[in-house]
T-cell receptor
Framework: ETGVTQTPRHLVMGMTNKKSLKCEQHLGHNAMYWYKQSAKKPLELMFVYNFKEQTENNSVPSRFSPECPNSSHLFLHLHTLQPEDSALYLC???????????FGSGTRLTVV | SQKIEQNSEALNIQEGKTATLTCNYTNYSPAYLQWYRQDPGRGPVFLLLIRENEKEKRKERLKVTFDTTLKQSLFHITASQPADSATYLCALPGGSNYQLIWGAGTKLIIKP
């Protein structure tokens, strides 16, 4: 365990389904992130939350909807996804400066 | 625009030898640079951080150098072992809110 817990580890969903990814950290970090990682591509930043406030939305389609109810929990709500959204979704947290990230184990998402 | 380059081809090294990975960056003057290790299907794990005023940093069998003139960092694993096989990512602070910007990673394969 890294201190950042992601559930579920694997998810298969149809294009019309609605599902949510969950991330939890108890490291006392005040920043949390969602990343998408596709095969042989760099990590793609999706969303950033600092002190529960969203500070970055990296041109992510509206079918991905983040939620940060408190500084320890982060959700990614998914609806009407496309097959190209299949990827490893990673949650990370960090303290302010320098930004050393602690990642969760990720959710392997497959859209069918 | 800011760019980070890591060798996209896998690096094959014989067990016991030193593995050297390269991270080059452009349009950038980072205050520090980080290296992470990522195993298949898992989130990256932080290894080392080196600051701009440090030329070299060591941790057990790991050594990182940081040349701000060449805009390059080298990551060395001495006495390499098959368990060192993984993808290694470099990351630098950038973008808004000083989030990390990531290289695509280099896959390292240590052969027995």
């Amino acid at each position: 365990e890294t201190g950042v817990t992601q559930t579920p580890r694997h998810l298969v969903m149809g294009m019309t389904n609605k599902k949510s990814l969950k991330c939890e950290q108890h490291l006392g970090h005040n920043a949390m992130y969602w990343y998408k990682q596709s095969a042989k591509k760099p990590l793609e930043l999706m969303f950033v939350y600092n002190f529960k406030e969203q500070t970055e939305n990296n041109s992510v389609p509206s079918r991905f909807s983040p939620e940060c109810p408190n500084s320890s929990h982060l959700f990614l709500h998914l609806h009407t996804l496309q097959p190209e959204d299949s990827a490893l979704y990673l949650c990370a947290s960090s303290q302010v400066g320098p930004y050393v990230y602690t990642f969760g184990s990720g959710t392997r998402l497959t859209v069918v | 625009s800011q760019k980070i380059e890591q060798n996209s081809e896998a690096l094959n090294i014989q067990e016991g030898k030193t593995a050297t990975l390269t991270c080059n960056y452009t349009n950038y003057s980072p205050a520090y640079l980080q290296w992470y290790r990522q195993d298949p299907g898992r989130g990256p794990v932080f290894l080392l951080l080196i600051r701009e005023n440090e030329k070299e940093k060591r941790k057990e069998r790991l050594k990182v150098t940081f040349d701000t003139t060449l805009k390059q960092s080298l990551f060395h694993i001495t006495a390499s072992q098959p368990a060192d096989s993984a993808t290694y990512l470099c990351a630098l602070p950038g973008g808004s809110n000083y989030q990390l910007i990531w290289g695509a990673g280099t896959k390292l394969i240590i052969k027995p």
